[in-house]
């Protein structure tokens, strides 16, 4: 309590009422400086909302550089101390796990309500007012966008195509997205079965970044695709291959603890070694025996997870190699291509191995090679992105883009319903709020009206980031809303306003929902915070 705890200080001008001591100064400006710090972030990342957004360059403390426009990714690495502004990197996160998409739109839209709201607290509203308010207003918000929104079929590829340009159009690698949407619209329709998914798990589908090359040869791959190397040079290719994936090692055995063999003459010594030869051919052929002509090693730290002997016993047996691969891939590799891994060598069978059509090492021109395994005959449900760029930081960003396009199709999966882009749904809110205001009294009406108001930053930022002028483009809009066109927004590529469905301009309805949900969740609890105590 800031009034019990501020009690001893009686002396700065506080007025004594009945021994009471009332200092009503301290929560409002927590509440200022709270406000203050949390749209100073908004601002910062606002430029970049929109197709015509700017990127940013963030360099961290090693020197690393990155360069994208993704609005949870620059916020997780721009340096926020104050903690009401760590709210809104919180807040652009939650968006990024909810939806995927709008990261950008849900921390401006919070930096608006905050605006408003410091405006409505200079009034000398109650904050609790506003709070509840902004509540009653986000379930009038909600009950519109649905009704302006439109149901989506799965099947009707075009559409799904649509939503995923749109998404990419606003990333740097929007003129490739007639390449990359159609590819995520895949990727996501092979890892789901259409008729009964509620969700798309997104680790299905595996990215793999390459350098080298354009973004033109990022390919989808149905299989697998390792980026590591063949060990036994000899065989590079194996049709009708039968994978095995062992996590044991192919090495002379050690011992648990440390020791020393002192071995004092040459017939103990060859007589180690021939025994070492025994066991590892053992190894090898139990291996052949079982029919494996394609072996995945785990990588191993104890000891080498393949001895140079276990391999060229392996490459006379024309047995294809891939060592070290990660743990964390297992999974992956065994949901893919139907193998089980293998712990120990008495369990290397027949009925745990998985088969594929091909297994074979890819050449990239002249930037390295990749390992695709195609045509497995029981595939999981998995697809590998192969991703291509010039540099690192172009391939970072394509892979963010890719994320969000297949986060956007992913809401089409959750919730099938599309709405319009473009800022219509915003200022068909701002419009139908305004109306409902009327019909409440007091505060209420003022703080909802408000709360409308502030929705409009989205349209009149998108209209500033394509160089248009925002006052006129947005009145305009408000306009054409107001006679009823639902569905006019801005056109950035042709500079104007025009029905943006026909612009093929649409994003699921909930990307907007979360947004506008979260968006005013965030500003309701910033908003009930009245002191910041420090921790010990």
């Known amino acids: 309590m800031p009034e019990a705890m501020a009690a001893p200080k009686a002396s700065n001008g506080g007025k004594n009422k009945g021994g009471a001591y009332v200092d009503r100064d301290k929560p409002a400006q927590i509440r200022f400086s709270n406000i203050s710090a949390a749209k100073a972030v908004a601002d910062a990342i606002r430029t970049s909302l929109g197709p015509k957004g700017m990127d940013k360059m963030i360099q961290d403390e090693k020197g690393d550089v990155t360069i994208t426009n993704d609005g949870a990714t620059i916020l997780k690495q721009m340096q926020v101390l104050h903690p009401a502004a760590k ?8 968006q990024d796990i909810e939806a995927g998409d709008g990261t950008t739109s849900v921390v401006v839209i919070a930096g608006a309500l905050l605006d408003a709201c410091s405006k409505l607290l200079q009034k000398g509203i ?17 009950e519109v966008l649905t009704g302006m929104s439109r149901p989506v079929q799965l099947s009707d590829r075009e559409t799904l195509l649509n939503s995923a340009t749109t998404s990419l159009c606003s990333k740097v690698v929007s003129q490739y997205s007639s390449l990359l949407a159609p590819m995520s619209v895949d990727a996501v329709m092979r890892v789901i079965d259409p008729a009964t998914a509620t969700s798309v798990d997104l680790q299905d589908i595996k990215v793999i970044k390459k350098l080298g090359g354009t973004i033109d040869d990022c390919e989808l791959v149905d299989g697998l695709v390792l980026t590591q190397k063949v060990a036994n040079t000899g065989v590079s290719r194996v049709e009708k291959a039968k994978i095995g994936l062992i996590q044991f090692c192919l090495s002379p055995p050690k011992t648990d603890m440390d020791n020393q063999v002192v071995v004092s003459d040459y017939a103990q010594m060859d007589r180690v070694l021939r025994e070492e030869r025994a066991y590892i051919l053992n190894l090898v052929k139990q291996i052949k025996k079982a029919g494996c002509n394609v072996l ?18 392996l490459n006379k047996m024309k047995i294809m190699v891939v060592k070290d691969i990660e743990r964390e891939d297992i999974e992956f590799i065994c949901k893919t291509i139907g193998t089980k891994p293998i712990a120990h060598i008495d369990h290397f069978t027949p009925e745990m191995l998985g088969t594929a059509e091909l297994a074979e090492e890819v050449n ?5 090679k990749l390992i695709k395994i195609t045509g497995c005959t029981s595939p ?3 697809v590998s992105i192969v991703v291509r760029g010039s540099n690192k930081l172009v391939i970072e960003e394509a892979e963010r883009s890719i994320h969000d396009a297949l986060c956007v199709i992913r809401c089409l999966v959750k919730k099938r319903a599309l709405i319009a882009g473009g800022g219509a749904p915003e200022i068909e809110l701002a419009v139908r709020l305004a109306e409902y205001s009327r019909t409440l009294g007091g505060m209420e009406a003022y703080c909802v009206r408000a709360f409308g108001d502030a929705l409009e930053v989205i ?16 009145t305009e809009l408000r306009n054409r809303h107001a006679q009823g066109d639902k569905m006019a927004g801005i056109n950035v590529r042709k500079g104007g306003i025009s029905n943006i469905l026909e612009e093929l301009v649409v994003q699921p309805l ?8 979260l968006a005013t969740e965030t500003v309701r609890s910033i908003l009930k915070i009245d002191d910041v105590v420090n921790a010990r």
């Open 87 to 94: 709210m809104l990197v919180e807040l652009s996160k939650a």
């Open 126 to 142: 109650h904050p609790t007012i506003i709070s509840e308010s902004f509540q009653k207003a986000v379930d009038k918000g909600v």
């Open 296 to 313: 995945l090693i785990q990588k191993s730290i104890l000891r080498d997870a393949l001895s140079d002997l276990a391999l060229h016993f």
């Open 364 to 368: 990239l021109d002249g930037s390295g």
């Open 380 to 382: 999981g449900k998995t």
């Open 459 to 474: 349209p009149s930022t998108l209209a500033e980031n394509a160089g248009l002028n925002p006052i006129c483009t947005v």
């Open 510 to 517: 909930l990307v907007s929902l979360s947004a506008l949900t």
